[in-house]
């Protein structure tokens, strides 16, 4: 059972009751934005790539924290999530072996994707010619 979804309406729920209890407190409340916190804590605006949203980064940042440096490359970044095959291989033929299972900051990058698809951006038109070239529509 997936609790991702679950957990993003308890944050929504909790943002709508916090963002109630700072306008009661009137001209002395903080404003609420959470863009402008991801901005203090990592130094940059994650959102502003393609694909990414602020509960997606929010995400990243918990799962990795502000310092990306113990990640060599994205190869070994992109394993790490989850996201590439588990090809295990022996004397030519695919052999079974445990699931590879895939962490909730990779799980946050994968709908991202699909956010490609109306992108006009370089990465979206990427996304679409790997769409085109497997010869089945990216959309449902």
Same mark, same amino acid.
């Given at each position: 059972?997936?609790? *991702?979804?679950?957990?993003? %309406?308890? @944050?929504?729920?909790?943002?709508?009751?916090?963002?109630?209890?700072?306008?009661k407190q009137g001209a002395h409340a903080p404003p609420l934005d959470r863009t402008e916190e991801l901005v203090r804590i990592c130094g940059g605006d994650l959102t502003s790539m393609d694909g990414i949203h @602020? @509960?997606?980064?929010? %995400?990243?940042?918990?799962e990795l924290g502000p310092d990306l440096r113990q990640l060599q490359d994205e190869d070994h970044f992109t394993?790490?999530?989850?996201? %590439?095959?588990? *090809?295990? @291989?022996? #004397? #030519?033929?695919?052999?079974?072996?445990?699931?590879?299972?895939?962490k909730p900051c990779g799980r946050c990058l994968t709908p991202g994707g699909d956010r490609l698809l109306n992108s006009q951006s370089y990465l979206g038109a990427r996304y679409r010619s790997y769409a085109g070239m497997r010869r089945s529509p990216p959309w449902p």
């Open positions: 059972m997936d609790s *991702e979804p679950f957990a993003h %309406t308890q @944050i929504r729920q909790c943002d709508a009751q916090l963002k109630a209890y700072l306008r @602020i @509960i997606g980064a929010m %995400t990243m940042l918990s394993s790490w999530l989850g996201l %590439t095959g588990n *090809e295990n @291989i022996s #004397g #030519g033929r695919r052999v079974k072996g445990p699931k590879r299972k895939v």
